[in-house]
């Protein structure tokens, strides 16, 4: 493993956990782009490099559409951490099995949180309008 890659790694979790014990979310939320970037970092190909950093900049987006910043990465603090311990430990393979199914889990989140403000839309368009009867 490149020990300079794996040490933005590394340092995009110290990042988002001293974020974190300052209840300062948003900066959790950029640590944590920033550890996905360097994760996909890691396997040395530019080009998926930028289409990761293009992908990244339209989930940021995405992510605004969560009501507590804490709720959507909170979970994920420690996730992080330990995908960076596997990888420190030389344990690729446990950590791309870690990492399907946090990326499974993560979906499942937004999809939940789109579907959440998808149905309550109209509800809010109707009591904007002032027709609640």
Do not use: K
Request: charged share 25%.
């Amino acid at each position: 493993m490149d020990a300079p890659r794996l040490g933005r790694v590394r340092a995009a979790v110290e990042a988002a956990g001293a974020a974190a014990s300052r209840d300062d979310w948003t900066g959790v939320g950029t640590a944590n782009m920033h550890f996905h970037q360097c994760l996909v970092e890691l396997g040395g190909s530019r080009r998926i490099n930028e289409v990761t950093r293009r992908l990244l900049a339209e989930l940021r987006l995405v992510f605004h559409a969560v009501a507590s910043p804490e709720v959507l990465y909170g979970p994920y603090v420690g996730r992080n951490r330990a995908l960076l311990d596997l990888l420190v430990a030389g344990q690729a393979e446990q950590a791309a099995e870690d990492l399907r199914q946090y990326l499974r889990d993560s979906e499942e989140q937004l999809l939940s949180v789109y579907r959440a403000r998808r149905d309550a839309a109209p509800v809010t368009a109707m009591a904007a309008s002032g027709a609640s009867r």
